[in-house]
């Protein structure tokens, strides 16, 4: 049983689930952001 | 706590302090983990697979501050009708939910080679899922209970409700016969070499400012929504 292969795979759920997390956070922070000040400028 | 009720005076902070918290969060986290993955010598007894410990740790740790802050902020928008503190639980609810998932799931990937087996039913194991849960619980109820108003009473008293369960997590080593090992780590010992454990601050420090920026990010997101809702109301009634 190679322990590497654990590691790594250790590594890879704890840094995919954080950086998808911080890109759904960043995407959906903007997008209400971008709405927010489009529907606040005057027509 | 009050001074920052208002929301622009809020943003006008958070907004900075995001970017410094992301900016930090990435240096130090690429710091831990090179050390843990690469310049740490292996562990005389587990070998290898101790490098797990130092995403392991400060997954559990972000998965139970996570819901210390939704018992605060709950507390407070009980007590002092606070119009920020909703906001902030409901920010923290995902990014809590997303390291007791990594907790989970890098304590399981460990304990296949250390204990032969990928889950137990164990004290510690099993009060940790049961948090995952509650994470998702109150997801859902926050998520309901805003569509109906911002009076809800449901989500904060959940919030509250659910704390019992850190001190479960927190003890079940000590309460119970469990497969998990002792606490190894407190703020004042260690039983870990300081050759393996230097990456550990690191990784701690760097993981907790990236899930303060993802809380702050959520936060300017559901204040935003707030704000084109609110117009949106006002344009309809016009």
Partial sequence: ?43 | MHRFANPARFLKIARPVTSWLLGIGFVLSAIGIVGALFLMPPDYLQGQTARILHIHVPAAWLGMSGWTGIAVASAAQIIWRHPLAGVAARALAPAGATFAFICLATGSIWGRPTWGTWWEWDGRLTSMLVLFFLYCGYMALAAAEKERGPDGRAAPVFGLVGAVNLPIIHYSVQWWNTLHQGESISLTKTTIAPELLWPLPFTLLGFSALFGAVVLLRMRAELAEAKVEARLRRAAAE
């Fill in chain 1, 1 to 43: 049983m190679n322990q590497w292969t654990f590691v790594f795979a250790a590594y890879a759920v704890a840094l995919g689930g954080t950086a998808g997390l911080i890109g759904w956070a960043l995407a959906s922070c903007r997008r209400a952001e971008d709405r927010a000040t489009r529907i606040g400028r005057p027509q």
